[in-house]
Structure formats: structure tokens, C-alpha cells
Nanobody
Framework: VQLQASGGGLVQAGGSLRLSCAAS????????MGWFRQAPGKEREFVAA????????AYGNSVKGRFTISRDNAKNTVYLQMNSLKPEDTAVYSC??????????????????WGQGTQVTVSS
């Protein structure tokens, strides 16, 4: 299984970025897909997740209203649209695939395939 994240970069505060995560080696449509991030010296943080049919999404409190997760099962790809970026959003963003319980898409332990991540840096 491979999860390849892309789309990171350097952006000014208030700007936008769109991350993509291309999956291979798994039946993509059978998995919940999530985005997580980790800043230097901090623990991994849940960002967003989406179920297989795109009928259910979940967001971390710090990104609600600014980030939007979506997926295209035909392309085996999950996206994270990030708007109104803040310096505190700076982190390595990774995508993951798993089967968390219904209503608990943020349950990190239920994600068992992880990608290497892409760096997002937001300057003030």
C-alpha cells in the first residue's frame, strides 16, 4: 500500500493550499481516509477525515470552517482544501487509510496505512 501526499509548500498567512493524496495497493473505496499533521515538538494531530461514500466528514476543532476534505474514488485520491491558513497550521501533513468506527472518524488507532507526508509552512 502506498499513500503519496503532495501539494504542500510555503504560503503567507491568509492564503490557501490544496493537498492531494494518491493511494495505490488497496481498494480505496472501502477505506475511510484521513489527514493528520505533526509540527516539530508536538504530537500528531487529527485534521480531517471522510468516509468511503463522502456522506460523513469530521474535522479537528482548530481547522473547522477553514479546511475541507473531499475524495474521488475513481481517482483513488483524497484532497484537503486549506483556506485562511495561519502560522500555527505549519506542520507535516500526512494522509492515512483505515476503518474507524462510525461517528469516530478521528480515532487515530483505527488508521493503519500511512503516507510520508508533505510540508506546509505558513509565514506570518
Amino acid at each position: 500500500v502506498q499513500l503519496q501526499a503532495s501539494g504542500g509548500g510555503l504560503v503567507q498567512a491568509g492564503g490557501s493550499l490544496r493537498l492531494s493524496c494518491a493511494a495505490s495497493g488497496l481498494t480505496f473505496s472501502r477505506y475511510v481516509m484521513g489527514w493528520f499533521r505533526q509540527a516539530p515538538g508536538k504530537e500528531r494531530e487529527f485534521v480531517a477525515a471522510i468516509n468511503w461514500s463522502s456522506t460523513s466528514t469530521a474535522y479537528g476543532n482548530s481547522v473547522k470552517g477553514r479546511f475541507t476534505i473531499s475524495r474521488d474514488n475513481a481517482k483513488n485520491t483524497v484532497y484537503l482544501q486549506m483556506n485562511s491558513l495561519k502560522p500555527e497550521d505549519t506542520a507535516v501533513y500526512s494522509c492515512a487509510a483505515g476503518r474507524p468506527p462510525t461517528g469516530r472518524l478521528d480515532y487515530t488507532a483505527a488508521y493503519y496505512y500511512w503516507g510520508q507526508g508533505t510540508q506546509v509552512t505558513v509565514s506570518s
